[in-house]
């Protein structure tokens, strides 16, 4: 027991290109392999118990191995796993999610949140008959080019120039994506309004990472996007059946044309969707191949029955009366007990969030965007991640974004707060 280099670790490395499957950046010796998960918690091939703050990156939320889940899932895998057709499944899900998201008149699944954005933005783009899209600094839409396009820009260019944060995105990419301040509405507001004519769609997660939509920036977003003739997308895949059963559109009141999901959707399995205005997305209705504006779509395991049915058990979970209560307590719970403990040791930082998600940033600035979080002390940001991950909590050092599940309750925030509390006095001294 106890992590150090072991085996397992050191067979990741030997096939995973940095230890992991993606997106981790863990030290060698903490590059841990789990064996399973059961309600908040994961457990790594030593033996090792961690709570997890992560929860497969926000898909699991309702816990690791529901009883909901696997019982509708076990139930779905003995009547087939994918007939990449219409199931019952599929067709109930997609009732539910009309009923449920407000933009949402039609829906089309893939099998993950990076296809959904990629989707929306070419649905925008042959609707509108324009080629660029906006998008705000620092925000992730998944793997797809513009969502790797000024993802985490070490160097801070001019607006709206972008710049790429992974290698393999072509000049062409780069020049169809305009690269706006969130938050900044007046900013955003210059960037539309200069290159209207081009601009099929502005692209945003509400929820900017952990960053908080100031007052009226979504709804000047929903106005200026109308008065230029634009679409406006929300990438909900993160803040879509978390912030609020209808997502970040009911939650803040703005609805978008389209909106991409995925993540919490699938509760657990392979999900995207893209749901929005008829009109817009009957633009892929086959019938139209050929067509000027035809849209082409295809997803092998979009709309499976098995995610379909791990999905409709989820949502049913989600839709007990008192959940977003429970899941908004214990985000504040968790948010304000970091403020306390920050504010008696002295230290400069801003915890992030809304409902059951939150961040540290190490600051003394208000955070409002991708350069108010850059000026952050980086270096403690992950000191801190590493910290905690060293004393049991499960967390992705890179996104430092914590996601809480129905599954955690008092003793997991206790717990979180009370290692937080330790490594905090060991990373200030
Ligand atoms: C806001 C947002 N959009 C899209 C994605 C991509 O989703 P996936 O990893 O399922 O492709 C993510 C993943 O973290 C995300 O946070």
């Excluded at 072991?6 to 590059?31: A, I, K």
């Excluded at 816990?63 to 696997?70: C, D, N, R, T, V």
């Excluded at 409709?312 to 403990?341: C, D, K, Q, S, W």
Aim: contains cysteine; hydrophobic residues 40%; neutral net charge.
């Amino acid at each position: 027991m106890g992590l150090s280099a072991n085996q397992w670790g050191r067979r990741s490395w030997g096939v995973f290109p940095g230890g992991s499957l993606g997106e981790y950046n863990l030290p060698p010796e903490l590059s841990i392999v789990l064996s399973h998960g059961q309600g908040a918690r994961v457990y790594d091939t030593e033996g090792n118990e961690f709570i997890d703050y992560t929860m497969g990156w926000g898909s699991v939320i309702l816990g690791h191995a529901h009883p909901k889940i696997i019982e509708a899932v076990d139930r779905q895998a003995k009547r087939g796993s994918n007939f990449s057709y219409v199931s019952e499944p599929a067709l109930r899900l997609a009732e539910e999610l009309v009923r449920a998201v407000p933009c949402a008149e039609k829906v089309r699944f893939c099998a993950s949140g990076t296809e959904a954005t990629m989707y929306a933005v070419r649905f925008a783009r042959a609707f509108k008959k324009r080629d660029k899209i906006v998008k705000f600094e620092g925000a992730y839409h998944g793997g797809n080019e513009f969502g790797a396009i000024s993802l985490f820009p070490q160097e801070l260019l001019d607006f709206p120039t972008p710049n790429p944060t992974s290698a393999g995105i072509t000049k062409a990419l780069c020049s169809e994506v305009l690269v706006a301040p969130y938050n900044d509405l007046e900013t955003t507001s210059r960037i539309i309004a200069e290159n209207a004519s081009d601009i099929a769609g502005v692209i945003v997660e509400p929820l900017h990472r952990c960053t908080t939509p100031l007052p009226g920036f979504l709804d000047g977003l929903r106005e200026i996007t109308r008065k230029h003739g634009i679409l406006l997308i929300f990438d909900e895949c993160v803040t879509g059946f978390r912030l609020a059963y209808g997502g970040a559109q009911e939650y803040y009141g703005v609805v978008p044309d389209l909106a991409a999901l995925g993540k919490a959707l699938g509760g657990g399995f392979p999900v995207g969707a893209i749901v929005g205005r008829a009109d817009i997305l009957d633009l892929c209705d086959e019938a139209d191949l050929g067509r000027e504006k035809y849209v082409w779509f295809a997803s092998t395991l979009g709309g499976n029955p098995v995610t379909a049915a791990a999905a409709l058990a989820t949502l049913e979970e989600l839709r007990r009366p008192g959940t977003y209560e429970h899941l908004f307590a214990m985000g504040e719970g968790l948010r304000n007990g970091f403020r306390v403990i920050l504010s008696a040791k002295g230290i400069a930082a801003q915890v992030l969030g809304d409902g059951p998600l939150c961040a540290l940033s190490f600051t003394d600035e208000k955070v409002i965007d991708y350069r108010t979080a850059f000026r952050a002390d980086r270096a403690k940001g992950r000191a801190f991640a590493l910290g905690l991950f060293r004393n049991g909590i499960f967390l992705n050092p890179m996104s430092t974004k914590l996601y809480l599940s129905l599954a955690h309750g008092d003793e997991e925030i206790r717990a979180i707060h009370s290692v937080g509390r330790k490594v905090l006095g060991e990373i200030s001294s």
